[in-house]
Each structure stands twice: as C-alpha cells, then as structure tokens.
C-alpha cells in the first residue's frame, strides 16, 4: 500500500519558507547550469556559422590560424590554379585575404581597452560569403580607406559607427561606410578593409594570411587538399571551412564549459545540503505523522518513497523555474575574448531543448539524493517511538 502522491506535495505547502527556500536553491543551481551550456553552445554555434562546407581556407604549414599565417604571394596564384577550385569563366573563386588584430577602447568602460580583428579583404570575398549582407550603409570600395564594420562591434568601440572613422594605427584613419550582418557568426564582429590598405598600414606587403576558395562542390574537398599538401615545398595546409572555424572554438567553449560546471558542482553541493536538512526538518517536525503512518500498515518502503517524491518534486519545480529563467539569457549579448584569434567576440545564449530537460534532470536529481537519507531515517522510526516524539 502506497501513500497518495496529494499527501507528499500537501507537506511541501505546510513548510512554505523551507520549501521555498529549497526551491530557489535548486533553482539557481539549473540557471546557472544552463546559462553556462547555453553560452558554451552560442559560441560553437557563432564560430560554427562562420564557415561553409563547401568552402576551403588555406594556411601556411604549422599555422592554427589566421594571426600566425603568412604565404606569399606567388603561392596565392598556385592556390586558385588548383584543382577542385570553382571558376566562374576564366577566373577562379577565391580570395586571398590579410588578418591582424588591432587595440581599440571600448565606449561607456572608462577607458578600457579591447582586441578587434581587422579582416583586409578583395571584392571577391564578398561574393564568396553569401551570408554576407550590407544592412546600412554600403561596401568600402577597393583601394580606398573605408571600411565595413560587423554589427556585433558597431557602437561598441570608439569610431565604430556608420559615418564615424577609427585608426588602423597611428595617423592612418579609416572611415565606416556600411554595417554588414552574417547570420550570427564571428564575421559580425570583425571590420572588413582593403586588402591593400591593410598590407600598407602594417607593412605587410608581399604576403597574405590566408586564401579562401570556393569548391566545385563538397565532395571536391578531398582532392584540393591533396593538391595544397602533396607539394611539401608549397609549405601549406587547407582545412575545409566549417572545420576550421569549429577548431577555433573549442578552447574557449571547453574553458566556458569548465567554469560553468565548477560553479555549478559547486551550487549544487550547497542545494543538496539545503534539501537535506530541509528533509531532515520534515522528518523530525513530522515524527508522530510517521508514526501513525505505521500504526495504518504502511511499509518502510512506502514512507521512504513519499519522502523521496517529496524531495524530487520539490526539487523538480525549482529545476523548472531554474530553466525558465535560463531561458532569458537568450536575449543577452555576451562578449569575450576568443582564445585562439585573441579578439573579442559577441556571443549569445544559445538554448536547446536538450539543454534545458538535461538541466532540470540535473535538478530533480539534486533532490533524490539530497531527500534520500532523510527518508531511510524516515522509513526506519519505530511507530511507538515516532508517536511518543
């Protein structure tokens, strides 16, 4: 004979300031989790848009990414001439492209500074990224100093808006002409300028950091590649883009994960512990309903289990309330710094429907094992003891 489940949710009302107490506890405990999951998701899902299959970069040999690559410019010619390169007539779809990172101050952080990714780019590039889109304004003509700023930066720093200019360095100034979206990815938070512009200011001349192609076709992947690394004197390596840019994010998204699941470990030990003497409470409060409880048939199992449902659901509504509210973060924009680029990206929130069910899991599993000692104490009072308490 088992206790009806009314009695078990009834006792939680009775204790209003424990239950809601515990609640809360375990509450914070699935926000966080679940914030911490759904940034670490927002940044493989940001750097992850940021390529297609169907496109292939090339670096030099030994380069992890763009920063640390350099090929010269006669390469750049072997590279287009390659097989598995889509051509449009004569011409081959590929750009060769220059990245650096510049120092910028952010605006309303009394003076503090941050890392921008200046991305030097042909007309090419744009045809290339078909994601790509001019929102405001219009693209920066070649050969000239304007440039196209991405939407995650746009007001962020100073100089980064639709009319406004900035220094690539030092008396060499460049002005906004248009604001360009990418479908969320790490392109909106670069600024795009003449190749040539760039390799001038920074006296680059003569190389390019890397050289983005587009493919026959996916399958075609295979054999570019193996024409980039065949000739071990070429020095290079190609990746196919999606790949690259979910490489790029696996530090920073590993180290989001960690920290997230260390304050969340530790969260949880606190509302376990909370459930626990909330219980505990309940067992010693409640000692004459065990009692009598007994003296009626019920079994130790029944008594432990309405103890343990007592705990998981209380435990379960935290969960769910923990994970709506997570669920607010997805209107947030979080910036931080990608540690393999070193510039400082706009990420979102992303969540999922496994996120958010894994998180309240998590929950209601806090309070199984924060409700089950409780409840084999419970289970094991002596009805004459349990009615004399």
Request: proline content about 3%.
């Amino acid at each position: 004979m088992f206790i009806p489940l009314s009695y078990s949710i009834r006792s939680l009302f009775v204790r209003k300031t424990t239950t809601i107490a515990t609640a809360f506890g375990i509450g914070l405990v699935v926000f966080v989790l679940a914030s911490s999951l759904m940034l670490s998701n927002g940044i493989q899902r940001t750097l992850g848009a940021s390529g297609s299959p169907d496109r292939a970069i090339v670096l030099r040999k030994g380069s992890d990414n763009e920063l640390s690559s350099n090929i010269e410019q006669p390469k750049v010619g072997i590279i287009m001439a390659a097989p598995g390169v889509k051509k449009d007539g004569a011409t081959s779809l590929a750009a060769g492209e220059i990245v650096v990172v510049i120092s910028a101050d952010k605006l309303g952080t009394a003076g503090q500074i941050s890392n921008i990714q200046i991305r030097g780019v042909q007309p090419t590039s744009y045809a290339l990224r078909k994601e790509l889109k001019i929102v405001e304004g219009r693209p920066a003509e070649p050969g000239t100093d304007e440039a196209v700023i991405g939407k995650g930066v746009r007001g962020r720093f100073q100089g980064m808006e639709l009319g406004q200019s900035f220094d690539l360095k030092k008396n060499r100034p460049v002005k906004v002409v248009g604001v360009f979206e990418s479908n969320g990815s790490s392109f909106e938070s670069e600024v795009w300028v003449d190749a040539d512009t760039l390799r001038s200011s920074f006296g680059r001349m003569g190389v390019t950091s890397s050289v983005l192609v587009q493919l026959d076709s996916r399958s075609s992947f295979d054999v570019f590649k193996n024409a980039m690394e065949h000739d071990k004197q070429l020095g290079l390596q190609a990746f196919r883009e999606t790949d690259y840019y979910e490489k790029q994010s696996e530090n920073t998204s590993i180290f989001i994960k960690a920290i997230g699941i260390m304050v969340t470990f530790f969260f949880s030990l606190g509302a376990m512990v909370g459930a626990t003497i909330t219980m505990y409470a309940a067992v010693s409060q409640r000692s004459k309903e065990i009692g009598t409880l007994k003296a009626l048939g019920f079994s130790r199992f029944s008594i432990l289990s309405a103890f343990v449902v007592e705990a998981v659901f209380l435990a379960l509504v935290g969960g769910v309330l923990g994970a709506l509210a997570s669920l607010g973060m997805g209107l947030v924009k979080f910036s931080m710094m990608n540690f393999a680029t070193w510039q400082e990206i706009t990420f979102s929130f992303s969540p999922t429907i496994p996120i958010i069910l894994g998180s309240m899991l998590i929950g209601g599993f806090m309070g199984f094992l924060g409700g089950l000692f409780p409840a084999i104490r419970a289970s094991r009072l002596s009805p004459i003891a349990a009615m004399r308490g």
